[in-house]
């Protein structure tokens, strides 16, 4: 017999070691979640971004089944056809160097391995990363996600990691304006960073586009610079691509679009259709150099045929549908409905983001920008309540929205309603929905 709503949570708060918010996921098919009670939910999170395909996609569930029938898990001493046939495929929608790849299990561990290859090719061991940047909550990335500072308070001691001024154009430390700024971000950053070495740069980590730390993009020449700035110090240069890969920004890689290759290429979430495994792509240099100083990096289900099929199908999937398109064209009708509600509420006071990975910037009012962490809050629990589920960052303000590349437009138009109806029901909570509508006639 089916458990209960409220078996299920008595059962949580007694067994379960973190506590997390209503409601109990029971079931999924493409961008639609179901709770235990059946309620239905459009979710833009997809997933943990892990299930961009869309939940179940059933070319996944195929390459699952064909693992069942075959074999799950391998020897990772051993090659396997799998991950074999998977590196191909990887390295060959990959542009020139990066033709070496191997395989982890999730976004901190891809980081941990290419920060591992950095360190052993160049016998550093410092890392320089923006920061609002995320990498994830285990081994060596936790210390370079300064974008959740809570998370390495009191944590014992970190490996030798710098923050770096993040291209947070909306709210500048520097107070600059962009393109007059001339990124003098950066030049800081490597003033302070060379201040504070002590000779041993391995690398620079980044996000091409962060996620996790408010959803906004380098302005255009940030990137090409950072390269510059590690070329001239021998640092290698780290893209995590675990959010912005395989095509969930309108290319392939959201490198390609600003004229720089890493040297060093991590990618995660989506990439086993919501199968966890990960993969580090890197130069044959690299490689090369790094195995021969004695790199040495795996886990015991890193190379598992389960994984490899998924990721193999996954990104048979992103090519064949032609999913760069399809997150350009998903992306695009979102953006106009978040454009929609910044020309509605004054409450509103930036409209962020690219492909499928959009946000939105809660604030006040739009001259002081105080940002409006509860109202963030209040209105993604709102939403939540009404069926649409949706991260709200940073305390709350920052609204992110990552819906699936097979997002229709009947459910781009009912996550917009869910949202509006959202913003008027909290707003009209705090007696200010009059004054914070832009044009209460839109
Ligand atoms: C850019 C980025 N890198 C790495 C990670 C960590 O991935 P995981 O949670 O799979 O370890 C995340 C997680 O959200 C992320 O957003």
């Not at 999924?28 to 979640?33: H, L, N, P």
Request: include cysteine; proline fraction near 4%.
């Amino acid at each position: 017999m089916k458990s209960s709503e409220g078996q299920l949570m008595e059962w949580a708060k007694k067994y379960n070691f973190l506590d997390k918010n209503r409601p109990i996921i029971e079931r999924a098919k493409y961008t639609i979640v179901y709770d235990v009670n059946g309620k239905e939910y459009i979710d833009f999170t997809s997933g943990q971004m892990c299930s961009a395909l869309g939940h179940n996609h059933p070319k996944i569930i195929k390459a699952i089944m064909e693992s069942c029938n075959t074999i799950i898990h391998s020897n990772n001493s051993l090659y396997n056809v799998y991950e074999i046939e998977l590196a191909k495929k990887l390295c060959e929608i990959c542009p020139e160097p990066l033709k070496k790849a191997f395989f982890l299990l999730n976004g901190a561990d891809s980081n941990d391995g290419a920060m591992n290859v950095a360190k052993r090719y160049t016998d550093g061991w410092e890392f320089a990363t923006p920061h609002l940047g995320f990498h994830g909550l285990s081994g060596t990335p936790r210390y370079v996600t300064f974008a959740v500072p809570q998370a390495n308070k009191k944590f014992g001691p970190a490996i030798g990691s710098f923050a770096m001024v993040a291209p947070y154009c909306y709210r500048c430390l520097l107070n600059l304006k962009y393109p007059k700024c001339d990124l003098q971000c950066i030049d800081l950053s490597f003033t302070l960073l060379d201040a504070e070495s002590v000779g041993a740069l391995a690398g620079f980590i980044t996000e091409p586009m962060f996620s996790a730390g408010g959803v906004f993009a380098p302005p255009k020449g940030w990137l090409k610079k950072i390269k510059q700035k590690c070329d001239e110090r021998g640092m290698l240069l780290i893209l995590d691509e675990a959010q912005t890969g395989l095509a969930k920004t309108g290319t392939m890689f959201a490198f390609e679009t600003e004229g720089v290759v890493p040297d060093i290429l991590t990618i995660s979430k989506h990439f086993g259709g919501g199968i966890s495994i990960s993969a580090v792509v890197t130069t044959s240099e690299i490689a090369d150099t790094a195995k021969k100083k004695g790199f040495i990096m795996s886990h015991s289900q890193a190379n598992d045929p389960i994984g490899c099929m998924a990721a193999i199908a996954s990104l048979d999937i992103i090519i064949e549908e032609n999913m760069c398109e399809r997150a350009e064209k998903v992306g695009d009708k979102w953006g106009q409905k978040l454009t929609a509600l910044y020309n509605r509420y004054e409450n509103v006071g930036d409209v962020r983001g690219k492909g499928l990975i959009r946000g939105i910037e809660l604030v006040e009012n739009r001259k002081m920008r105080k940002p409006a962490q509860k109202l963030g809050k209040d209105i993604a629990a709102e939403s939540l309540r009404n069926g649409l589920i949706f991260g709200s960052l940073r305390g709350g303000h920052i609204l992110r929205f990552v819906p699936p590349f097979c997002t229709n437009d009947d459910e781009i138009e009912q996550a917009y309603n869910i949202l509006n109806k959202s913003f008027e029901t909290v707003l009209s909570k705090r007696k200010n929905l009059f004054k914070s509508l832009t044009n209460p006639l839109t």
